[in-house]
């Protein structure tokens, strides 16, 4: 079936994953349905701009606006000034944007360091969003699945996704894995990595895992079970898209600035709104090879560790926490309500050093994303 497909990516280094998606869709017959966004930011080599034209003239819809066409496309539909800012991971937000407004009916977000696998479907391995599942359901013990144990690791011990809270971690737990009654539709489809896993900076310092395989089972969670999802190889629904914010980074929390986390609480929340619809979130294919870009571990440790610590209380109230609204927009506005009314109430090591304040601002920023997107449904 054909949907009108994006594929949204930001990237400040050479376009060397560009090429392998390119023939993805080219082989799989998907190159009229499929415009990928790539989103430059002040660091961004030229290279990025000429490989896009490159490729536009070779029939591909790819589509890479210059900062002055980004600035002049928010102020198209009404984002403030200083809503996206620049030189941060947050210039996603300008794709995810500009793929609503183009009318995508598949939103899929990639990190310019994930590599598409030689005679892989890309996009159709995406498109099982918006289609019923009979993959293996996810029963949990505790409500948590490790998305790590789908995979084979050289570390020895499951790798823990980057955002699976610490007390979860060290917890027991019993999973099943049940055929559905009956198939359940899919908003959010989170596709895995070999080579290196998505890991936070403690596990990457002390084990240095690696990835050498999927062991072949993609798998849905249950409308109780929650793990972490980021933003590279994870696709959605158009639906569940409007509520798709990533969330602004560079708070001040705990004499630290948070980084690194906006598209785990980004992944959280629009997780919420999935559960809330009774829609499914499937984990597994496809696969794509995460050739990370040379990090220093110790300043993303820096960055995490404030994230680290607000994810271990936030995400408990927000697995318990009960909302209202029947569309996606209305739950997420109704979150939004709930995480500032919240933001109050919060006490302790992170939230007296900041933390309130972070959520009363996301809150903020969330309502900001709700008026704009309104425009688009």
């Known amino acids: 079936m054909s949907r009108s497909t994006a594929i949204v990516v930001t990237t400040i280094f050479e376009p060397l994953f560009l090429d392998g998606f390119l023939k993805s869709i080219e082989t799989a017959g998907h190159s009229d349905d499929v415009t990928l966004f790539i989103i430059p930011d002040h660091k961004t ?22 900062l002055s066409e980004q600035d002049a496309f928010l102020n198209r539909v009404g984002a403030p000034a200083d809503f996206i800012p620049d030189n941060s991971d947050n210039r996603r937000n300008v794709g995810f944007l500009m793929a609503l407004a183009a009318g995508c009916e598949v939103l899929i977000s990639i990190d310019d360091d994930n590599f598409c696998l030689p005679e892989t479907d890309f996009i159709g391995g995406h498109h099982v969003v918006g289609q019923p599942s009979c993959d293996p359901f996810v029963r949990s013990s505790d409500g948590w699945f490790n998305i790590g144990s789908l995979l084979d690791t050289s570390a020895g ?79 959605l629904t158009r639906e569940a898209a409007l509520t798709y914010y990533y969330v602004r980074m560079g708070f001040a929390l705990l004499g630290l600035r948070i980084d690194r986390f906006g598209d785990i609480l980004s992944g959280y929340l629009t997780q919420k709104v999935i559960k809330h619809q009774g829609q499914g979130i499937r984990v597994g294919t496809p696969i794509l090879d995460h050739r990370r870009t040379p990090h220093n571990l110790f300043k993303d440790l820096y960055h995490e560790l404030a994230g680290i610590v607000l994810v271990e209380e936030l995400v408990p109230w927000l697995r318990e926490l009960r909302l209202s609204g029947t569309s996606s927009l209305d739950v997420y506005a109704a979150l939004a309500d709930a995480i500032e009314e919240k933001s109050t109430t919060f006490s302790g090591f992170v939230w007296d050093e900041g933390g309130r304040t972070f959520l009363s601002e996301t809150a903020h920023l969330m309502r900001t994303w709700i008026g704009i997107v309104r425009q688009f449904h």
């Open 157 to 235: 011990p499951d790798v823990f996704a980057r955002g699976f809270p610490y007390a979860a971690q060290r917890a027991k737990r019993t999973v099943a894995f049940d055929v559905p009654a009956k198939p359940i539709p899919i908003a959010m489809n989170a596709g895995l990595w070999l080579d290196e896993p998505d890991v936070d900076a403690i596990y990457r310092l002390c084990r240095q895992p690696k990835i050498a395989g999927f062991r072949g089972q993609s798998v849905v969670l249950g409308p109780d079970v929650w793990s972490p999802i980021n933003t590279q190889n994870t696709a």
């Open 45 to 66: 080599p030229a290279s990025v701009s000429a490989a896009a034209k490159a490729a536009q003239a070779n029939g591909f819809r790819v589509i890479c606006p210059s």
